[in-house]
């Protein structure tokens, strides 16, 4: 559908909204918590930089040429980098808010959608 772009457009259709909702919604919260959200969202990106490529050479998954970019970030394409770094993101903002959350006693997902 997206040429070249596939892989990098899903990423992105999939989780930008959901960022940018949490952050519109409970940045304030997110904000406090950022160093930490930085730090867990570096060390999962990290880790997937370093391991993505032994699953790809491993044979575990593979990319079709004509739906990734081609671009490389020494031994990983652009798409897994920016892939782990919205996933992780995501992932680290969900999680504070729902420990927060839980910590106060809210409900968990009626919390979220406020």
């Keep these: 559908m997206f040429g070249n772009w596939t892989y990098l457009a899903y990423t992105l259709i999939f989780t930008v909204p959901l960022i940018v909702f949490l952050w519109w919604r409970h940045g304030a919260r997110l904000w406090q918590a950022r160093r930490l959200i930085v730090a867990a969202t570096a060390l999962v990106t990290t880790f997937g930089f370093l391991v993505w490529p032994y699953g790809l050479a491993w044979k575990c998954w593979d990319y079709a040429p004509a739906k990734i970019l081609g671009v490389n970030i020494l031994t990983t394409v652009l798409e897994d980098v ?33």
């Design 82 to 114: 920016v892939w782990w770094l919205c996933i992780s993101f995501l992932f680290a903002c969900t999680v504070t808010l729902l420990a927060q959350f839980e910590d106060e006693g809210k409900p968990l997902i009626a919390a979220l959608m406020r």
